[in-house]
């Protein structure tokens, strides 16, 4: 009898404890430096979910290796709902076919997806001295100094970076990569000549290019950026058909962190998504605000290690 009502307790007890959740401050770690894309869409949306959990959310950053240190720190936390990863097209799309030996985590095995947060395009951005304004006109300046144009990224098997050598590759460019610790860099490598070019992260770069520190040249989308709609698609020139790289944000768990807090956390992030002040802020970044359930989003990745799999193949590159 007295086993009997102790179990009866506790199951009456158990929606009372989930329903707590949560109870003390979340962790959204990044695998980025402070001031790059990634960050700045970050703390805008740990500002509006912690409103909507009523926690606070605290913003870590732990750059290093394309996201791949973040990445292994969070699959290895506990799965309990308080440590989240903002995961990237970086570190769910093209690491694990840059990484053979050193990824450090598993992409599908090691998390739960929570669901979709943005899509960010990229933009093709020069120094405002370069002597060209268009696509057109960067390919004939760079045919007729080959070897002589720098363009910098965010990292060694960034977006960033690929997206620059898959431009080089269709126009058959000879064009120098120059790696560096973030975008914020990187933008700032190309602004004072140091580099010549980059295909920036929008929101990252949308300052500059409305101060006139960067020249907006194309965005990587199928269609125009809302934000720059007089700024062309690369695919709009001569030479680029089909040329398309779209980046993305999404909130990820550790592996086995209870369905509940999932759910949780889906909602509540649907529920930020919904804040006309989130809205603006992502869209005056560059950056559109999107949403998923976690099925979606586990759909979504493995959609993407296909993809970016086969890009890494056709441009050659290698990182371990």
Excluded: C
């Amino acid at each position: 009898m007295k086993k009997a009502l102790a179990a009866t307790l506790l199951t009456l007890a158990l929606p009372a404890a989930q329903a707590a959740y949560p109870e003390q401050p979340i962790r959204l770690v990044i695998g980025y430096a402070a001031g790059g894309t990634t960050d700045i869409l970050a703390r805008a949306l740990a500002e509006q979910l912690s409103k909507t959990l009523k926690q606070s959310i605290i913003v870590e950053n732990k750059p290093g290796a394309a996201g791949n240190i973040a990445a292994t720190s969070v699959q290895q936390a506990a799965p309990d709902g308080y440590t989240l990863f903002m995961a990237t097209v970086s570190s769910h799309g093209i690491n694990p076919a840059l990484y053979k030996k050193s990824l450090g985590y598993d992409p599908v095995g090691g998390f739960e997806p929570v669901g979709m947060v943005a899509s960010i395009p990229l933009v093709l951005v020069a120094n405002p001295k370069l002597p060209a304004t268009d696509v057109a006109g960067l390919v004939t300046l760079a045919k007729s100094k080959p070897g002589e144009l720098n363009y910098s990224s965010s990292g060694n098997g960034s977006p960033v970076h690929l997206a620059g050598a898959m431009f080089a590759q269709q126009a058959g460019l000879d064009m120098v990569h120059v790696p560096y610790r973030g975008g914020a860099l990187a933008n700032t490598a190309v602004m004072t000549g140091e580099a010549q070019l980059s295909f920036a992260t929008l929101p990252g770069a949308m300052p500059q290019v409305k101060a006139g520190t960067l020249r907006a040249l194309a965005v990587t989308t199928r269609e125009r950026s809302p934000q720059l709609p007089d700024v062309p698609t690369v695919a709009e020139a001569p030479g680029f058909k089909g040329f398309e790289i779209n980046t993305w944000n999404a909130l990820l768990a550790p592996k086995g962190t209870p369905p509940q807090a999932v759910a949780t956390l889906n909602a509540a992030l649907k529920e930020a998504m919904t804040s006309d002040k989130l809205k603006e802020h992502f869209q005056r970044e560059g950056a559109t605000p999107a949403t998923s359930t976690p099925a979606e989003l586990g759909n979504f990745i493995q959609t993407e290690l296909d993809k970016w799999a086969g890009v890494v193949k056709s441009v050659n590159i290698r990182v371990d």
